[in-house]
């Protein structure tokens, strides 16, 4: 590196950052370009965190970026979520039709962990200061020239910032704004989901469990301090919601009805009004993440099929990845090119991966069948599984240089 390159990077390239988004992406992306010195500012449409969202997977890959990110927060993950030591498969009798140990610590150094997305929201949020989270600021569109973005919000004042990120999720306004996609692409499975306090008495504390049934499936997870997590896909070539929240019980209890008891049990104790019911939705891969000022991030920029459970995970590691090449470009321009090059071909392919394997869970309902499942969720080929979580190992002892 020559002394003007190394005197250029003693301070930040750009000022001051707006991202749009405090779901996890927003706030880890926040946490990582603040620790550069630079004057991050987080603007969120919901008026108020409340306890939302279901349980979540963490894996290796996740964990290894958000640990980088804001060290320490893996111990507080544990505490407050729950170690996965096996995964069971079950049928809709509830015999086990299969139990495996997670390797996931020995293998890749990390543990499988399942947490609720609200605790997981509120631990990354409290490693920032409360007064740069802006909330009911839902922003409608910006404009940007050489200089800088102005960013406009419903209701708000403007904002004018050096760079924009929009970690808006997977319905984004700032990639509608650059791209100009509108509608996210239904990929025929509907999902209802909940976590409630809820002792369960099929499985032991550190199991997560899977059920088969036809066309239909069901994760249990315990998501830690008493919270069961549930959440059940059915294969749908059409989707339609439903009008109240009694309706949306009502009609999964339904499709669940010649399951065992047990299961119906744990929907029968969720209160209606907390049960979420929506489509599974992904978009096509983009060639470019950013134009000029702006830049996208997490399911803005790779929205997937949640099957293989890497959401949030790939989004923590947009988040470590666009700020080490913050840390180490010499321009904007410079940081957003690496950024794209270290993220999108990587994305592109657990994006695919992912909606293969959300039809496969929909095989048919044999044994054998149910056996490729769990087989594609625990024991991916070898090489395979490396790449995706051994990714992010050497994050936290040496930081990675970008290209
Ligand atoms: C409330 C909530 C609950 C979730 N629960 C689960 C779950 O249980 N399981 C699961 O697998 N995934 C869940 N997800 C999705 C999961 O968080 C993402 O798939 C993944 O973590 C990528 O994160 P992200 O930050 O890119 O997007 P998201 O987590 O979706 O965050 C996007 C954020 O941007 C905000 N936003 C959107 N549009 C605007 C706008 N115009 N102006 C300002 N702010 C805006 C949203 O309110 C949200 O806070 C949930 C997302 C949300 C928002």
Same mark, same amino acid.
């Given at each position: 590196?020559? @002394?003007?390159?190394?005197? =250029?990077?003693?301070?930040?390239?750009?000022?001051?950052v707006?991202?749009?988004?405090?779901?996890l992406?927003?706030l880890a992306?926040?946490?990582?370009?603040?620790?550069?010195?630079?004057?991050?500012? *987080?603007?969120e449409?919901a008026?108020?965190?409340?306890?939302?969202g279901?349980?979540?997977?963490?894996?290796?890959?996740?964990?290894?970026?958000?640990?980088a @990110?804001?060290p320490?927060?893996?111990?507080?993950?544990?505490?407050?979520?729950c170690?996965?030591?096996?995964? *069971?498969l079950?049928?809709?009798?509830?015999?086990?039709?299969?139990?495996?140990?997670?390797k996931?610590?020995e293998?890749?150094?990390?543990?499988l962990?399942?947490?609720?997305?609200?605790?997981? +929201?509120?631990?990354i949020?409290?490693?920032?200061?409360?007064?740069?989270?802006?909330?009911?600021?839902?922003?409608?569109?910006?404009e940007?020239?050489?200089?800088?973005?102005e960013?406009?919000?419903?209701?708000? =004042?403007p904002?004018?910032?050096?760079?924009l990120?929009g970690?808006?999720?997977?319905?984004?306004v700032?990639r509608?704004?650059?791209?100009g996609?509108?509608?996210?692409?239904?990929i025929?499975?509907?999902?209802?989901?909940?976590?409630?306090?809820?002792?369960?008495?099929?499985?032991?504390?550190?199991?997560?469990?899977f059920?088969?049934?036809? =066309?239909q499936f069901?994760?249990?997870?315990?998501?830690?301090d008493?919270?069961?997590?549930?959440?059940?896909? =059915?294969? %749908?070539?059409?989707?339609?919601?439903?009008?109240?929240?009694?309706?949306?019980?009502?009609?999964?209890? +339904?499709e669940?009805?010649?399951w065992?008891?047990s299961?119906?049990?744990? *929907?029968q104790a969720?209160?209606?009004?907390?049960?979420?019911?929506?489509?599974?939705?992904? !978009?096509?891969?983009?060639?470019?993440?950013? +134009?000029? !000022?702006?830049?996208?991030?997490?399911?803005?920029?790779?929205?997937?099929?949640?099957?293989?459970?890497?959401?949030?995970?790939?989004?923590?590691?947009d988040?470590?990845?666009?700020g080490?090449?913050? %840390?180490?470009?010499?321009t904007l321009?410079d940081a957003?090119?690496?950024?794209?090059?270290?993220?999108?071909?990587?994305?592109k392919?657990?994006?695919?991966?992912?909606?293969?394997?959300e039809?496969?869970?929909?095989?048919?309902?044999?044994?054998?069948?149910?056996?490729?499942?769990?087989?594609?969720?625990t024991?991916?080929?070898?090489?395979?599984?490396?790449?995706l979580?051994?990714?992010?190992?050497?994050?936290?002892s040496?930081k990675?240089g970008?290209?």
């Amino acid at each position: 590196m020559n @002394i003007n390159l190394t005197q =250029k990077l003693s301070k930040p390239i750009v000022n001051k950052v707006a991202i749009i988004g405090a779901g996890l992406g927003g706030l880890a992306t926040a946490i990582a370009l603040k620790s550069q010195g630079i004057d991050v500012q *987080v603007y969120e449409k919901a008026q108020e965190f409340r306890p939302a969202g279901t349980g979540l997977g963490l894996a290796p890959n996740g964990l290894n970026s958000l640990e980088a @990110i804001a060290p320490g927060i893996v111990e507080t993950l544990k505490s407050s979520g729950c170690e996965v030591h096996h995964t *069971v498969l079950k049928n809709i009798r509830n015999e086990t039709i299969r139990a495996n140990q997670t390797k996931y610590l020995e293998e890749y150094g990390q543990p499988l962990l399942t947490v609720w997305w609200y605790r997981l +929201q509120q631990a990354i949020a409290s490693r920032l200061p409360s007064e740069i989270i802006h909330l009911n600021h839902r922003c409608i569109g910006f404009e940007q020239d050489e200089n800088g973005v102005e960013i406009h919000f419903d209701g708000q =004042k403007p904002v004018y910032t050096d760079l924009l990120i929009g970690a808006d999720g997977v319905n984004s306004v700032i990639r509608e704004t650059l791209f100009g996609e509108s509608e996210p692409n239904y990929i025929g499975s509907m999902c209802w989901r909940a976590v409630i306090k809820y002792h369960h008495e099929l499985f032991n504390e550190y199991e997560l469990v899977f059920v088969k049934g036809n =066309k239909q499936f069901m994760y249990i997870l315990n998501v830690g301090d008493g919270y069961t997590s549930w959440i059940s896909r =059915k294969l %749908s070539p059409d989707y339609s919601l439903s009008h109240s929240a009694d309706e949306v019980k009502s009609r999964i209890l +339904q499709e669940l009805a010649d399951w065992d008891e047990s299961f119906l049990a744990v *929907v029968q104790a969720t209160p209606a009004e907390q049960i979420w019911e929506g489509p599974i939705c992904d !978009r096509p891969p983009l060639t470019h993440w950013s +134009q000029g !000022r702006v830049t996208l991030l997490g399911d803005a920029a790779h929205p997937m099929a949640p099957a293989m459970g890497q959401g949030a995970n790939t989004t923590f590691e947009d988040a470590y990845e666009l700020g080490e090449c913050f %840390s180490h470009s010499a321009t904007l321009q410079d940081a957003l090119t690496s950024y794209e090059q270290s993220r999108i071909e990587r994305t592109k392919i657990i994006q695919a991966r992912s909606a293969l394997g959300e039809m496969r869970y929909y095989d048919v309902n044999t044994v054998t069948s149910s056996e490729q499942t769990q087989q594609q969720q625990t024991t991916l080929p070898d090489d395979f599984n490396k790449w995706l979580y051994n990714y992010g190992s050497s994050f936290i002892s040496s930081k990675k240089g970008c290209s």
